[in-house]
């Protein structure tokens, strides 16, 4: 008798569907084959374990070292930055190093040397529900459970960590699925149980009516200027608040957010006790300036209003990242609207804050006392993680037809070492590396504009010519000062992009080369259209070439 499918053949077939699903996931996530790339600036290294998807990353300035976890294997990881060499310890407990194609997300990694160096290294861990702790001293693991859940995911998703310099004894962490600020006591703590954690429950009434699921917190930094904890929650794409949490009166100010600013992700405070905050899913970052001390204008929930926000943009998405475009108006459209994601963000020592654009490939520092933004480029890229032109297997029956390099590293985490010559360390997710940023090094060129187009106020269909100078360093490599690209992006729409406005350099092409020592002028002509509502925005405008961005801050009000 014949059958349609026997047990073999079925099972044959599960199994290369399994095959499938592995090799698919090793493609995405393993960084198969992985090289060292490097630019100018930027140098990556290959971890010694296949696969390890590295996540947390934290510089210990007191023994120079660069620590890590592998989410896949489970792995403590340090790199000593001295002698150039990796150190690995496997995680106890950590079920997805059994499992082909599960991890661990480990948002956070926290070298603890508030009591004098030899620091704990503490870090989160998401399928566990838990806070671990590594005493280096002993090499020995310690395991906290966080005595909370997520009704619809089970884990709180324990994702941002913060170390109070004024108590050594404290430690602070929220998740992404609890709206709680997480308090551990360590000499409270016991391996393996919930003693010594408590919570602070945050008021989030106003989120009432919306599904649970959809209410994400961020992250959680500490203000020392006020002594208090500033954390971010939003409902992706509609509604986004602030949090600060007042450690001496134990109170909370909470701040709405307008519209157009409903999804804060990373946040940082700077020594004036303002907060830098990106927003989810755009290419914006902006500085938020609370005025006053809990006394100005309240809404009836008791939510302060009196706050202050200043936008400002990443340059758009490099054409690098989509591949070649065919020129058309569809997919120049597309790239005005790619997002590049700036998302979680740091402040350094110098006062400038450091960001990683997760899909604009890119770990960059902007300098909020002169309004520059450098951008690094990540020379790595991985096709599966990018929107590359004609690469659409459905369409291709199956094939990939375009083979132009294109994509992302996918970049999440950095760290700063806050010390004179510091660099900036961040992990590659999908590729098995991390890498740094020589941040001292400095720029081949330089971007200065015209004194009097610093801020300008221009009226709806007028033009204005912003004129701008662009200097070469005189140590510069002259292949890095060949065919610099003039870029310009604007806060008028959530991409970057001017909209319908009309923005151009005068120059044709948009592109110049320049010498050792030299200067170009640059003019860049500007008509707001005519439905931009009126009020106040930044234009970023610059250059760039194959390793760097260098942008200047142009404040405009428009009426």
């Known amino acids: 008798e014949e059958t349609s499918a026997t047990p073999s053949s079925a099972t044959t077939s599960w199994q290369n569907e399994e095959l499938h699903a592995l090799e698919t996931f090793k493609n995405g996530f393993c960084g198969l084959d992985a090289k060292p790339n490097s630019t100018e600036y930027v140098t990556e290294y290959v971890l010694p374990q296949s696969c390890e998807m590295p996540l947390g990353i934290d510089v210990d300035i007191e023994e120079d070292k660069v620590w890590y976890v592998s989410t896949k294997q489970g792995i403590l990881g340090s790199y000593d930055i001295e002698e150039d060499k990796f150190n690995e310890i496997q995680i106890p407990a950590w079920a997805s190093r059994n499992n082909a194609r599960e991890f661990s997300q480990v948002w956070d990694v926290k070298v603890d040397n508030r009591r004098g160096g030899n620091g704990d290294v503490w870090f989160t861990d998401e399928k566990q529900n838990a806070l671990w702790r590594y005493v280096e001293s002993s090499d020995t693991f310690e395991r906290y459970a966080i005595p909370g859940k997520s009704q619809d995911f089970g884990t709180t998703y324990p994702s941002s960590i913060e170390l109070v310099p004024n108590n050594d004894n404290i430690i602070y962490f929220v998740g992404m699925f609890s709206p709680s600020i997480w308090i551990a006591e360590i000499d409270r703590l016991k391996n393996g149980t919930s003693e010594g954690i408590s919570e602070i429950p945050i008021p989030i009434e106003e989120f009432e009516g919306t599904d649970p699921v959809f209410v994400t917190t961020g992250r959680l930094v500490f203000d020392e200027k006020e002594n208090a904890l500033w954390v971010s929650v939003m409902t992706y794409g509609y509604k986004g608040q602030i949090f600060r949490y007042n450690l001496d009166t134990e109170s909370f100010d909470i701040f709405d957010l307008p519209r157009e600013l409903n999804s804060p992700w990373g946040m940082t405070i700077d020594d004036n006790g303002d907060a830098w905050v990106t927003n989810a899913g755009t290419s914006i970052f902006y500085k938020f300036s609370p005025r006053g001390d809990n006394d100005g204008e309240n809404n009836d929930s008791g939510n302060t209003k009196d706050f202050k926000i200043e936008k400002f943009v990443t340059s758009k998405g490099s054409s690098r990242i989509f591949g070649k475009l065919p020129e058309n108006d569809a997919e120049r459209d597309f790239q005005n609207r790619y997002y590049t994601l700036p ?217």
């Open 343 to 559: 998302s979680l963000i740091k402040r350094s020592d110098d006062g400038s804050v450091w960001f990683n654009e997760q899909h604009g490939n890119k770990i960059s520092k902007f300098d909020p006392i002169d309004g520059t933004l450098i951008e690094y480029w990540v020379p790595t890229q991985n096709r599966l993680w990018g929107t590359c032109s004609n690469d659409d297997p459905i369409k291709n029956n199956g094939s990939i037809k375009n083979n132009d390099t294109c994509g992302i590293a996918n970049v999440l985490q950095l760290s700063i070492g806050n010390n004179d010559d510091s660099d900036i360390w961040f992990s590659e997710w999908s590729e098995n590396k991390i890498g740094k940023v020589e941040a001292a090094k400095e720029p081949p060129f330089s971007i200065d504009i015209f004194k009097s187009d610093e801020e300008l106020t221009i009226e709806k269909g007028e033009k204005e010519k912003i004129k701008l100078i662009v200097k070469a360093t005189p140590e510069s490599p002259s292949s890095s000062l060949n065919n610099i690209r003039m870029v310009a992006s604007s806060t008028f729409t959530s991409s970057g992009d001017i909209g319908n406005s009309t923005g151009r350099f005068t120059e044709q092409p948009s592109f110049i080369s320049i010498e050792r020592g030299e200067e170009h002028e640059v003019s860049f002509e500007f008509i707001p259209s005519a439905d931009l509502k009126p009020g106040d925005y930044t234009l970023m405008i610059g250059a760039e070439n194959d390793s760097i961005s260098y942008l200047k801050v142009v404040r405009l009000e428009i009426i």
